[in-house]
């Protein structure tokens, strides 16, 4: 934490009000040369548009001007943390996402399955997005075969195409280069260590490619993997400890799942659709005092390009905005945890559209929930590291700090 951070811990009360965040994971897009506007403009909200009205609107920074956050960066940002300082391997998050219970001996990495052609070359980063199931076959079949000696090995599946590997023995570091170029027509990348104590580690992570390799070789789609986000545990300050907030996580997927059990949330049990995750909202939104509801295909579409799937996502959206309002929570927080523009298939640097709705909100003049509308409200632009004591104030949780 900051010493913004440990500011608010000190400052922080408890009362019965509510706070529900409603991110919708790479809002933010870009006006193409075919598409004039961004996704949110071009896409019809009116339930957002209306909310935005009777809010507070801004420009979330995820992580720094001109940075390109990841997901985990993102929403560490969300909860308040600084998301430099805070940062830890993908590995880490998803193995919590999934339960896998660490030790302080394991380092571990997130994986892909992935699909190379003769040459080597990466022609798929995500094997065709291969079903859970076949995932679970290529992970029984790894841990099975691979032997990596003196340290014990464990290749879990987590969704789709997404595993993970937890190398675990005494004297491992986490300070590896990730595998995944995250571009096609190129071969995966070696292993590098970051840091020289970080090694035998390295040697370690190349001797289980070189057998995965081996192995896959002769699957049709999932014949390569590639991994990154190598990193090591380590424990962080909980919701209840740093806010005084009994908190709640509906997520689905297993990374963003991984850091609310990281920063001590419950975690609701994994639901089948959207619809599922707003009827679980409705039933436990009166247990508890801060609420994390997450959704994922705004940022699925703009990874895959898709600008009218993208956009047809946010108007699906919009559609339970009411539903989020007939709670009538003290505070509301809509934005998203970075940008995801479907023009760059990718993450991006973008600022993050953002609104507050609260009794003690100040109305500005944006019209609609878009990058340009959103800029002139009177949040401005701030770090997303803020929006966490923002969300607090406006719901009567931080005492006056000072005489």
């Known amino acids: 934490m900051t010493d ?5 811990k000190e400052l922080a009360i408890t009362n019965q009000s509510k706070i529900l965040f409603f991110i919708m994971d790479g809002i933010g897009g870009l006006q193409t040369a075919t598409h004039p506007g961004t996704e949110l403009e071009l896409a019809k909200t009116p339930n957002l548009d209306k909310l935005s009205q009777k809010s507070s609107c801004g420009l979330l920074i995820p992580a720094g001007h001109g940075i390109t956050a990841g997901s ?3 929403h560490f940002a969300l909860f308040g943390h600084d998301p430099i300082t805070s940062n830890i391997g993908r590995g880490v998050l998803e193995a919590a996402g999934i339960c896998f219970k660490l030790t302080e001996n394991d380092v571990v990495a997130r994986g892909n399955f992935s699909t190379i052609d003769k040459k080597g070359l990466i022609v798929d980063r995500r094997a065709g997005r291969i079903s859970d199931r076949e995932n679970k076959r290529l992970c029984k079949l790894l841990n099975e075969k691979i032997n990596l000696n ?4 464990f290749v879990k ?38 840091n020289p104590a970080a090694s035998n580690t390295v040697e370690k992570v190349k001797e289980f490619i070189n057998q995965a390799a081996l192995i896959l070789s002769t699957e049709s789609q999932a014949n390569m993997l590639t991994l990154r986000g190598f990193g090591k545990y ?13 908190s709640l996580c509906l997520a689905n997927y297993p990374m963003y799942r991984g850091v609310c059990s990281l920063l001590g949330m419950d975690i609701n049990p994994i639901t089948p659709d959207i619809p599922s995750q707003f009827d679980a909202l409705e039933k436990k939104f009166g247990t508890y005092d801060f609420i994390f509801l997450h959704v994922k295909t705004t940022d699925v579409t703009g990874e895959d390009g898709d600008f009218k799937a993208k956009v047809e996502a946010i108007e699906k959206l919009d559609s339970y905005i009411t539903r989020l309002e007939a709670l009538n929570p003290d505070v509301l927080i809509i934005t998203g945890d970075h940008s995801t523009p479907s023009a760059l298939k990718s993450h991006s640097w973008h600022p993050v559209p953002v609104l507050l709705h609260s009794q003690y909100a100040r109305l500005d003049g944006a019209k609609r929930f878009t990058e340009i509308e959103c800029l002139k409200g009177a949040l401005g632009q701030l770090p997303a590291h803020d929006l966490m004591a923002l969300s607090l104030a406006h719901a009567l949780r931080l005492k006056k700090f000072g005489a």
């Not at 003196?150 to 090995?153: A, K, M, P, T």
């Not at 023995?169 to 995966?188: C, R, Y």
């Not at 380590?234 to 009994?246: A, D, G, H, V």
């Open 4 to 8: 913004h951070g440990n500011l608010i």
């Open 72 to 74: 985990g960066p993102g």
């Open 150 to 153: 003196d340290v014990e090995l």
């Open 157 to 194: 599946p987590v969704k789709g195409h997404r595993f993970i590997v937890v190398f675990r023995a005494s004297g491992l570091e986490g300070e590896i280069s990730d595998t995944d170029p995250q571009k096609t027509g190129v071969t995966p990348l070696a292993p590098q260590a970051l």
């Open 234 to 246: 380590r424990n962080y300050p909980t919701m209840q400890e740093y806010y005084k907030l009994k």
